[in-house]
């Protein structure tokens, strides 16, 4: 009997392998109320939830997050080897494109290619709001130089 449902949840653990490559799944910030807000003293004012990560959701290949960054907060300068794409949500800010300035607002996207200094400031009066995705299982594992 033991030997069986050793069996059974070998088989089942299979199974839950082979349906990752085939998942799709719907997040918002709703539905990732109960996860608290991040945050570090090295960029103040900035605060960030996982929405699609693998240490959250076992998804893989692709990694997004949703930040905030209040009045005057700055996300300093800083370079990953993924490259990083932001999607501006809300409010504007000032992004630094390694040392060359450029507002973004709502609707705006961002490349950022890997290895390149990057940094964004709220400039403006309202929150800003941006999702970040990397071409990483999780954000865990990307690494942030100054
Ligand atoms: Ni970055």
Redesign the pocket.
């Known amino acids: 009997m033991e030997k069986f449902f050793r069996l059974n949840d070998l088989y089942l653990k299979k199974i839950k392998h082979k349906l990752r490559f085939w998942m799709i799944s719907v997040k918002n910030l709703a539905s990732v109320s109960g996860q608290e807000w991040s945050t570090t003293e090295k960029y103040p004012g900035v605060r960030w939830k996982f929405l699609i990560d693998s240490d959250f959701d076992g998804s893989s290949g692709l990694s997004l997050g949703f930040a905030e960054i209040a009045p005057g907060g700055d996300l300093t300068l800083?370079y990953?080897s993924p490259a990083?794409i932001y999607v501006v949500t809300g409010g504007k800010g000032m992004l630094n494109k390694s040392g060359e300035l450029e507002e973004v607002k709502k609707g705006d996207v961002v490349y950022?290619a890997a290895n390149a200094k990057?940094a964004l400031k709220n400039s403006g009066t309202e929150t800003l709001e941006f999702y970040?995705i990397f071409p990483t299982d999780r954000f865990s594992e990307v690494e942030y130089f100054n």
């Open positions: 800083h990953h990083e950022i990057h970040w």
